[in-house]
């Protein structure tokens, strides 16, 4: 036998409280002594905390929907468009150096058209490059788009790629015509170079560096904005989960008083349940975001801060031919050589003598540091991309791949060194035999340094894709887990309430 | 009673439930300059050109770069105070001043403990000679005269031991207005250091010197920055873009080096990155 509605009607009920809608004060004060008279009875007192119940259901299904969405397009954002066109845009860099790169060897080459991998090798590299560079041009523009700063940067380096063309032509042109012997470039042409290495070191390289930078930014940007909307999303899902258990509870202990049963199996599945699937979406958000910063530092700014470091350093080796080729320039080239170097690898030395020796060292010390342990005040330890790189590892295999880079970049320099003495003595044939050799595309020291850094990089992609991927496998499962959570807990309400509204009938 | 006590256990599994939501978010945001009302740059007090003090004003092209950089980050409060060189990573990292702006280079050593955005510009080192001298015309013309550079400065040793010229005297002065006061008066060759540098004090006396223009070191002024403020150094990067894109930077160049022979870049740096 129900028991008398009347006994509690002094008291208002905690539900029933928070049901009417936020409507004006005036229509408050109209409609207020309606829904407490009509709240007396004790079926309509169980009908409203089930609805109750049935909201916050929902509510906690709808935030859950919502966030995991968010968190499900942050993934695909970063791992389907900002960050593989992130990756490109880094490679614009490498593509211009590449470019110029080419001319300086072939200038240099002059009329022998056989040194290291020969001419026409070097003008394949060339038109290879200048595509590269243009479909990279392609994907900084739709990543930067809308941004007029970037735009600009973008347009500024398609223009200035035409111009250098036209440069780098008229230089070629000339030293053909002139034909001049291998190390000693017509002036004429030498001239034409200048202008083009000083357009492309200047105007376009720096931009082109630029934006790259600028999608690194781009995609830190958009992560952090993901995350941070996809935690509020977290809070959001967590207040209404503990809504629905209040909700749940509530209903459980009007029945348990008005009703005197002691438990009610259903509703209190259906609290458990509630429990478990806020946990469970909470759980699954929180690691996922873990994979998502994963793939985003362990893995693309990784490879990102590599790809830097090859570029860099394709454009620190062709130096040498810049050396090689123009004497009045030379000292300059060879500062700018160990500036690059050191970009690239920086232990400290102030000279290019010392700067071999203190990277000789490091293949040896790896996987230890030289000056890292911070006992010398004036080392501040191995620096630059490979060095902050070496200091970062995490990956598995990563310490086998780097010690290859760290001994094919020591190799460089070796030969490196080889070739200046080769020059300073006199030997100028000698010195461009051996930085001919550096550059061969099939096993020039160079080409070795860049297959084991491309090992490397693909290291990081892989951590990258499978970062990305990780993220997704965890939120998968509650694309069908939520709702059909959701209606269980649904049906678990209506089973529990269902006999006891049946006993009013 | 025991109503009391599950409405206790209620509100304790909500409680507990918001604390992990909460938690997940937590350490995501950290303080960055892009957020401040206002801020204090550390600027030099004596370099003319770049950052000198007149009248207890400080000015320069360094002070202009800064205001620019300030007024893109939206921030319309700025107090400039002067920094010495050796002040510089000290009262960053204190937080004394919240932004460097005083011919910095960027170097792997400094970006252990700051935060660069830039470089703003990359000067070069070259080589001032008295204007009447003719037979300096690169920097191995220095065999065999005497260079001056300023008190802990490296500048020097990259011409002898870098380049390997066999100068006849190293002078090492307080500073570089002392060497340029001993180039005017004939105890020295020649002075060496950054050209953005040396063009400040030769606009001052555009008549009595010359510049030999055979740059041979990158040096890239950077804006320091309290080190890990990325969302501040991108902002800055932003704004560097903008000060070259918009010809400000050009005009800045030209109205504080514009009456030297220095032959300035007015095109973008290349810039170092954030990370």
Same mark, same amino acid.
């Given at each position: 036998?129900?028991?008398?509605?009347?006994?509690?009607?002094?008291?208002? @009920?905690?539900?029933?409280?928070?049901?009417?809608?936020?409507?004006?004060?005036?229509?408050?004060?109209?409609?207020?002594?309606?829904?407490?008279?009509?709240?007396?009875?004790?079926?309509?007192?169980?009908?409203? =905390?089930?609805?109750?119940?049935?909201?916050?259901?929902?509510?906690?299904?709808?935030?859950?929907?919502?966030?995991?969405?968010?968190?499900?397009?942050?993934?695909? #954002?970063?791992?389907?468009?900002?960050?593989?066109?992130?990756?490109?845009?880094?490679?614009?860099?490498?593509?211009?150096?590449?470019?110029?790169? *080419? $001319?300086?060897?072939?200038?240099?080459? &002059?009329?022998?058209?056989?040194? &290291?991998?020969?001419?026409?090798? +070097?003008?394949?590299?060339?038109?290879?490059?200048?595509?590269?560079?243009?479909?990279?041009?392609?994907?900084?523009?739709?990543?930067? @788009?809308?941004?007029? $700063? @970037?735009?600009?940067?973008?347009?500024?380096?398609?223009?200035?790629?035409?111009?250098?063309?036209?440069?780098?032509?008229?230089?070629?042109?000339?030293?053909?015509?002139?034909?001049?012997?291998?190390?000693?470039?017509?002036?004429?042409?030498?001239?034409?170079?200048?202008?083009?290495?000083?357009?492309?070191?200047?105007?376009?390289?720096?931009?082109?560096?630029?934006?790259?930078?600028?999608?690194?930014?781009?995609?830190?940007?958009?992560?952090?904005?993901?995350?941070?909307?996809?935690?509020?999303?977290?809070?959001?899902?967590?207040? $209404?989960?503990?809504?629905?258990?209040?909700?749940?509870?509530?209903?459980?202990?009007?029945?348990?008083?008005?009703?005197?049963?002691?438990?009610?199996?259903?509703?209190?599945?259906?609290?458990?349940?509630?429990?478990?699937?806020?946990?469970?979406?909470?759980?699954?958000?929180?690691?996922?975001?873990?994979?998502?910063?994963?793939?985003?530092?362990?893995?693309? +700014?990784?490879?990102?801060?590599?790809?830097?470091?090859?570029?860099?350093?394709?454009?620190?080796?062709?130096?040498?031919?810049?050396?090689?080729?123009?004497?009045?320039?030379?000292?300059?080239?060879?500062?700018?050589?160990?500036?690059?170097?050191?970009? #690239?690898?920086?232990?400290?030395?102030?000279?290019?003598?010392?700067?071999?020796?203190? $990277?000789?060292?490091?293949?040896?010390?790896?996987?230890?540091?030289?000056?890292?342990?911070?006992?010398?005040?004036?080392?501040? &330890?191995?620096?630059?991309?490979?060095?902050? *790189?070496?200091?970062? *590892?995490?990956?598995?295999?990563?310490?086998?791949? =780097?010690?290859?880079?760290?001994?094919?970049?020591?190799?460089?320099?070796?030969?490196?060194?080889?070739?200046?003495?080769?020059?300073? *003595?006199?030997?100028?044939?000698? +010195?461009?035999?051996?930085?001919?050799?550096?550059?061969?595309?099939?096993?020039?020291?160079?080409?070795?340094?860049?297959?084991?850094? &491309?090992?490397?990089?693909?290291?990081?992609?892989?951590?990258?894709?499978?970062?990305?991927?990780?993220?997704?496998?965890?939120?998968?499962?509650?694309?069908?887990?939520?709702?059909?959570?959701?209606? #269980?807990?649904?049906?678990?309400?209506?089973?529990?309430?269902?006999?006891?509204?049946?006993?009013?009938? | 009673?025991?109503?009391?006590?599950?409405?206790?256990?209620?509100?304790?599994?909500?409680?507990?439930?918001?604390?992990?939501?909460?938690?997940?978010?937590?350490?995501?945001?950290?303080?960055?300059?892009?957020?401040?009302?206002?801020?204090?740059?550390?600027?030099?007090?004596?370099?003319?050109?770049?950052?000198?003090?007149?009248?207890?004003?400080?000015?320069?092209?360094?002070?202009?770069?800064?205001?620019?950089?300030?007024?893109?980050?939206?921030?319309?409060?700025?107090?400039?105070?002067?920094?010495?060189?050796?002040?510089?990573?000290?009262?960053?990292?204190?937080?004394?001043?919240?932004?460097?702006?005083?011919?910095?280079? /960027?170097?792997?050593?400094?970006?252990?403990?700051?935060?660069?955005?830039?470089?703003?510009?990359?000067?070069?080192?070259?080589?001032?000679?008295?204007?009447? !001298?003719?037979?300096?015309?690169?920097?191995?013309?220095?065999?065999?005269?005497?260079?001056?550079?300023?008190?802990?400065?490296?500048?020097?040793?990259?011409?002898?031991?870098?380049?390997? /010229?066999?100068?006849?005297?190293?002078? !090492?002065? !307080?500073?570089? %207005?002392?060497?340029?006061?001993?180039?005017?008066?004939?105890?020295?060759?020649?002075? %060496?250091?950054?050209?953005? /540098?040396?063009?400040?004090?030769?606009? !001052?006396?555009?008549? %009595?010197?010359?510049?030999?223009?055979?740059?041979?070191?990158?040096?890239?002024?950077?804006?320091?920055?309290?080190?890990?403020?990325?969302?501040?150094?991108?902002?800055?990067?932003?704004?560097?873009?903008?000060?070259?894109?918009?010809?400000?930077?050009?005009?800045?160049?030209?109205?504080?080096?514009?009456?030297?022979?220095?032959?300035?870049?007015?095109?973008?740096?290349?810039?170092?990155?954030?990370?």
């Amino acid at each position: 036998m129900p028991p008398n509605s009347d006994q509690l009607a002094g008291s208002p @009920e905690p539900g029933a409280s928070s049901l009417p809608p936020p409507v004006p004060a005036g229509r408050i004060r109209a409609w207020w002594p309606r829904v407490r008279a009509s709240m007396r009875t004790t079926p309509t007192r169980v009908w409203a =905390l089930s609805i109750l119940c049935a909201l916050t259901i929902t509510g906690l299904f709808g935030s859950a929907t919502v966030t995991l969405n968010q968190a499900r397009d942050g993934l695909h #954002v970063l791992g389907r468009d900002a960050g593989p066109q992130a990756m490109a845009t880094t490679e614009l860099y490498l593509s211009l150096a590449e470019m110029d790169a *080419s $001319v300086a060897d072939v200038l240099l080459m &002059g009329t022998d058209h056989d040194l &290291g991998s020969g001419r026409q090798a +070097a003008l394949d590299r060339y038109d290879t490059s200048r595509t590269e560079a243009n479909a990279a041009l392609l994907q900084a523009a739709s990543l930067t @788009e809308g941004d007029t $700063v @970037e735009e600009l940067n973008v347009q500024a380096v398609l223009d200035g790629m035409g111009a250098y063309d036209q440069k780098v032509s008229e230089a070629r042109l000339l030293n053909d015509e002139a034909q001049a012997p291998p190390g000693e470039v017509d002036p004429e042409a030498l001239e034409a170079y200048r202008e083009a290495t000083q357009l492309m070191h200047t105007e376009l390289m720096p931009k082109a560096f630029n934006l790259g930078l600028d999608s690194s930014a781009i995609v830190r940007a958009n992560h952090e904005a993901g995350q941070s909307s996809v935690a509020l999303g977290l809070v959001w899902v967590g207040v $209404v989960g503990a809504a629905t258990v209040a909700a749940l509870i509530g209903l459980q202990l009007y029945l348990r008083v008005r009703f005197r049963r002691r438990f009610n199996a259903p509703l209190l599945a259906a609290t458990a349940g509630t429990v478990v699937l806020t946990l469970g979406v909470i759980l699954a958000l929180n690691s996922s975001g873990t994979h998502q910063s994963e793939a985003r530092n362990e893995g693309l +700014a990784a490879a990102m801060a590599l790809a830097r470091a090859g570029a860099i350093a394709t454009d620190m080796q062709a130096d040498q031919s810049r050396y090689l080729a123009d004497e009045d320039l030379a000292d300059n080239y060879q500062q700018v050589y160990l500036e690059r170097a050191q970009q #690239v690898l920086f232990r400290p030395a102030s000279t290019l003598t010392d700067y071999y020796e203190a $990277v000789g060292e490091v293949p040896d010390a790896y996987p230890e540091l030289p000056g890292s342990n911070g006992e010398d005040p004036d080392d501040p &330890g191995t620096l630059g991309y490979l060095g902050e *790189s070496a200091q970062d *590892s995490l990956l598995q295999g990563e310490e086998d791949s =780097l010690a290859e880079v760290l001994t094919a970049y020591s190799a460089l320099q070796e030969e490196d060194q080889r070739m200046r003495a080769a020059a300073e *003595s006199g030997d100028l044939a000698g +010195a461009i035999d051996i930085r001919m050799g550096v550059a061969d595309t099939e096993d020039g020291v160079f080409r070795v340094y860049t297959d084991a850094l &491309g090992g490397l990089i693909e290291l990081h992609r892989d951590a990258f894709t499978a970062g990305i991927e990780r993220g997704d496998a965890v939120l998968s499962p509650w694309s069908w887990g939520l709702p059909v959570g959701a209606l #269980v807990l649904f049906a678990l309400v209506v089973a529990g309430v269902r006999p006891r509204l049946a006993e009013y009938r | 009673m025991w109503f009391r006590h599950r409405r206790g256990v209620a509100a304790a599994a909500l409680g507990s439930v918001v604390v992990m939501a909460l938690s997940a978010c937590s350490g995501e945001r950290a303080e960055s300059l892009v957020d401040a009302d206002s801020l204090t740059i550390g600027v030099k007090a004596d370099q003319p050109g770049l950052g000198l003090d007149e009248g207890g004003e400080l000015v320069g092209f360094d002070v202009d770069v800064a205001n620019y950089v300030a007024a893109h980050l939206g921030i319309d409060e700025v107090e400039f105070v002067p920094i010495t060189s050796a002040e510089r990573e000290e009262k960053l990292v204190s937080g004394e001043v919240d932004m460097v702006v005083a011919t910095y280079s /960027i170097t792997p050593a400094r970006k252990t403990e700051v935060t660069f955005g830039g470089p703003y510009y990359v000067a070069k080192q070259d080589i001032l000679v008295r204007a009447d !001298e003719e037979e300096v015309a690169s920097v191995r013309d220095l065999e065999g005269r005497s260079v001056c550079q300023g008190a802990g400065s490296n500048s020097a040793n990259r011409i002898t031991d870098g380049l390997g /010229i066999d100068v006849r005297e190293l002078q !090492e002065a !307080e500073s570089y %207005s002392a060497c340029i006061e001993r180039l005017s008066d004939g105890t020295v060759d020649a002075v %060496s250091t950054d050209n953005l /540098i040396l063009a400040g004090f030769l606009a !001052e006396d555009p008549d %009595s010197f010359r510049f030999v223009n055979n740059p041979f070191t990158d040096e890239k002024y950077g804006v320091g920055l309290p080190h890990g403020d990325v969302a501040a150094c991108e902002a800055v990067n932003k704004a560097i873009s903008e000060m070259y894109q918009d010809g400000t930077a050009a005009g800045l160049l030209e109205e504080w080096f514009g009456e030297t022979d220095l032959e300035v870049v007015e095109s973008v740096p290349q810039f170092e990155g954030c990370d």
